[in-house]
């Protein structure tokens, strides 16, 4: 079993920056660790994902609207993940779920919301414009 914890969500300008973290705890290392979003009135999707592949190497992945501007990376001995929001804009409101599962994904697998088994809680984004 895997706990996921986020933090780091709050109000931010537009054009502004945040990071968020999540913290896992457990026994099973989680391969994939992704983020999702949530706004309201609308279904939860992808955000980014990144899969360790060993050693400093892993593989990440990115929903075209936030490409460029969002960046995902994971500490493995601290068993975080981090996704750094830039240039945030109005749209990018939402509820922020990580996401993760000790099962491995490749390109487009794990973009879908069925490869993660562990989710959080949530932490929430609010932008003015």
């Known amino acids: 079993q895997v706990q996921l914890v986020e933090s780091g969500g709050g109000l931010v300008q537009a054009g502004g920056s945040r990071t968020l973290s999540c913290a896992a705890s457990g026994r099973t290392f989680t391969y994939a660790m992704a983020w999702f979003r949530q706004a309201p009135g609308k279904e939860r999707e992808f955000v980014a994902a990144?899969?360790?592949?060993?050693?400093?190497?892993?593989?990440?992945y990115y929903a075209d609207s936030v490409k460029g501007r969002f960046t995902i990376s994971r500490d493995n001995a601290k068993n975080t993940v981090y996704l750094q929001m830039n240039d945030l804009n109005p749209e990018d409101a939402a509820a922020y779920y990580c996401?993760?599962?000790?099962?491995?994904?490749?390109?487009?697998?794990?973009?879908?919301?069925?490869?993660?088994?562990?989710w959080g809680q949530g932490t929430q984004v609010t932008v003015s414009s």
């Open positions: 996401a993760g599962d000790n099962r491995y994904c490749t390109g487009y697998g794990c973009y879908a919301r069925s490869a993660y088994r562990y």
């Open positions: 990144i899969t360790w592949n060993g050693g400093n190497r892993n593989s990440t």
